[in-house]
């Protein structure tokens, strides 16, 4: 596949490995905040390639991972309603909440359909004007916008049945936290999606208040061995600071109609994160201009306090402290047919990558 | 949460889930010495001759497809599970369960295909049955369909790959996961337009030329849902034995890679419906490509991995990067009514 092909480049790869080997002096460890990265890196078998002093770290940057139980409980809450069709993205649908899950309820006769895009939950919609039609809206600044722009279709197509329940995440205040919270992170590897929408402006901090390098990074092996090399570079020189090795994609100002959109429907307000809990204006709320596709006020449910599952790791590995194998539960009793923690389930989880690809 | 007290779709999917639940409830209640060995067919001596038995479902949907249709699906699928166990496939059974409304010209051309796959391989439909159901009570039309092969003495160890050795090597007749694509692609509502086709077909004369060209075959499987994948994790698993494939050996078409992509699959995953996992004698290995590749449907057959030497019960994968991972069972669903 053309465009694909050659990043995937093994020469190119190699190159780069043994690049990184010869000028890496520091025991290092560098963190892949999004779990796109994750995936990648384990599928293609990154961390057989690097030497032993870089280490890789999986972040806080999987969606389902840290949405909090409370989210899940409530959308099955809406999925039991008998005029209610729920639409998500297929990841969503397997994790556990407190007392079920998305794809059991479907079993027991729930109408949850799994989408590809937010248009196609409003194309349900308009087919089923007497349903009320719910989008779980999850993900950080890359779905957001998706999301925003099915808010202002649906409002300008009039399409009254139709509900946003945004539980969407914006990423620095967890970058931040991370660092404040002590974990031991040398550099980070930038979102290659969020960054897109973004630009590299959210992390210019991150060098001037923690002295830390981000390098932007797309999610094909040569990328994600050419960002590692980018911030190796950068601490073997002491020189910390914000790259984007992604340039064929991100642009430093990021997508500024995108940003625009999620301005015109979304405000910042405090969210939960698994592992990190509730960080300030890390949550994106629906305006109350808007506050008519906006299911929590348009439907509200509650739901008792959620409980995180017991021995579940989950938190702690997105926080970069453990790695799944130091889970007790992991691949013995949690594994992807049977998941405990949402870490197991998403396509972008470490649990998932590390049971995939590397137990 | 405990695990799932209801069928979920997950369940059908080939993999982890289904082998589960064939253990804990099938093989539960119906034990017994057959079933235990858990092979493509049933391997059963009757008097003295040995014959293979299976049976098989399909409930693809669509019932048409770039490729094939529910008809050539149901005749390949049970064709090669009898191939695949090293047995000459002979005879076919079929049953229809059909949804009030199909319209009777789908139905004849289904069972059309069903008539000339079948004479093409060479085996007989000798018994049948038909079930209407209300409109609404199934999708268009499932069939199953039984077959029984005859089995030379020779090849009984060949479907319970008892005879595997270190060194031995892997080979597929092609490339991988153009079926699960072309049913994914051919699905209204993805409105993908894609240039791939299915690879379902029955591989008997394959598979016969093969076992004639060598005496070194030690395990044949059809690679169809759970993909390449499961099928390797399992024979790693099941014999204690490593497995270590190269994955710029494997060829993906560019259609296929393109689906994946962008819906997040991995090939490894993806059903296919005409190539099988071949494990040959390390010095047959060149002869048996060579063999394959005369046939129409083993043009692309190569080398792709060996039974290796380390990682016992485990499948590997040296990426096509140079890095490595683990090959595991498809856990959950990939597809849904893929076959």
Redesign the interface.
């Known amino acids: ?1 053309k465009y ?1 092909d050659e990043y ?3 020469e190119i ?2 190159g780069l ?1 043994e690049e990184i080997k010869k000028i890496s002096t520091k025991k290092i460890r560098l963190m892949e905040v999004c779990g796109g990265h994750t995936m990648s890196i ?8 690097l030497p032993e002093n870089v280490e890789l770290i999986s972040g806080p940057g999987c969606p389902v991972c840290v949405t909090s139980r409370e989210f899940i409980d409530k959308a099955i809450v809406y999925s039991r309603m008998e005029d209610v069709i729920i639409t998500t993205y297929g990841d969503l649908i ?1 994790v ?6 998305l ?2 309820e479907k ?2 006769g729930a109408d949850v359909r799994i989408v ?1 895009s937010i248009l ?1 939950a409003l194309m349900i919609a308009k087919k089923n004007r007497t349903k009320k039609v719910i989008f779980l809206g999850i993900g950080f600044e890359t779905t957001a916008p998706a999301s925003a722009a099915g808010i202002l279709k649906a409002r300008m197509a009039g399409l009254s049945n139709f509900y946003v329940y945004s539980a969407h995440k914006v990423m620095p205040p967890a970058m931040d936290t991370l660092i404040d919270e002590g974990v031991q992170i040398d550099g980070y590897i930038g979102p290659g999606h969020v960054s897109t929408i973004t630009g590299e402006g959210i992390y210019m901090d991150i060098p001037k208040k923690y002295g830390l390098g981000v390098v932007i990074s797309g999610f094909e ?2 990328d994600l061995m050419q960002s590692i090399l980018m911030l190796v570079k950068q601490l073997e020189a002491n020189d910390p600071k914000v790259e984007i090795q992604y340039k064929r994609v991100v642009k430093p100002e990021g997508n500024i109609k995108a940003q625009q959109m999620l301005d015109e429907v979304f405000t910042y307000g405090d969210d939960w994160w698994r592992g990190l809990g509730v960080l300030a204006n890390s949550g994106l709320k629906i305006r109350d201009t808007y506050s008519m596709h906006d299911a929590e006020v348009q439907i509200p449910v509650k739901v008792a306090p959620p409980k995180e ?1 017991k021995g579940c790791l989950c938190g702690e590995i997105l926080k970069g402290v453990k790695k799944p194998k130091d889970c007790k539960l992991f691949a013995k009793v949690c ?4 998941p ?1 923690g949402a870490c197991m389930v998403s ?1 972008e989880g470490s649990c998932a990558a590390y ?5 | 949460m405990s695990k799932s007290d209801t069928i979920l779709l997950g369940h059908g999917s080939g993999g982890k889930l289904s082998h589960d639940l064939i253990d804990s409830i099938f093989v539960k209640y119906f034990d017994n010495k057959y079933l235990q060995q858990q092979t493509d067919s049933a391997i059963l001596n009757t008097e003295g001759k040995k014959i293979a038995f299976t049976t098989d479902s399909f409930v693809v949907d669509p019932i048409f497809f770039p490729g094939g249709n529910i008809g050539k699906l149901a005749i390949a699928g049970t064709v090669n599970d009898l191939a695949v166990s090293g047995a000459v496939p002979k005879y076919l059974s079929c049953g229809f369960i059909i949804e009030e409304g199909l319209p009777l010209k789908e139905l004849e051309e289904v069972v059309k295909t069903m008539a000339y796959e079948a004479k093409k391989a060479g085996v007989v439909l000798v018994t049948g049955d038909t079930k209407v159901v209300d409109r609404g009570k199934c999708d268009k039309i499932y069939i199953n369909t039984s077959g029984i092969g005859l089995l030379e003495d020779k090849y009984e160890g060949i479907s319970t790959a008892s005879q595997l050795k270190k060194g031995d090597k892997i080979i597929i007749n092609g490339s991988i996961g153009d079926h699960g694509m072309a049913v994914m692609a051919a699905r209204n509502d993805l409105n993908i337009s894609a240039d791939i086709s299915s690879d379902c077909a029955c591989l008997n004369t394959m598979i016969k030329e093969v076992l004639e060209a060598s005496d070194g075959i030690r395990f044949m499987r059809d690679a169809t849902r759970g993909g390449i994948g499961t099928v390797l994790s399992e024979l790693a698993k099941t014999n204690n034995l490593g497995i270590l494939i190269k994955e710029d050996k494997l060829i993906v078409n560019e259609g296929v890679k393109g689906i994946c992509e962008l819906l997040g699959f991995d090939p490894l995953y993806v059903a296919n419906e005409g190539k099988v996992i071949f494990v040959v004698a390390s010095e047959d290995a060149v002869k048996v490509v060579e063999t394959l590749r005369k046939n129409e449907y083993g043009k692309e057959a190569s080398i792709i991995g060996e039974i290796s030497e380390d990682h016992n019960g485990t499948s590997w994968l040296e990426t096509s990067v140079g890095g490595k991972r683990i090959i595991d069972m498809l856990s959950g669903q990939q597809l849904p009514r893929i076959c």
Request: proline residues 12%; hydrophobic residues 30%.
């Open positions: 596949m694909i995937r480049n093994k790869v190699l490995a384990q599928k293609f078998g990154l961390p057989y390639l397997r556990p909440g407190s007392f079920s899950s794809d059991q079993a027991k590809y196609d092996p040569v599952p594994t992807p047919s049977n405990i396509n049971y995939l690809y590397n137990r």
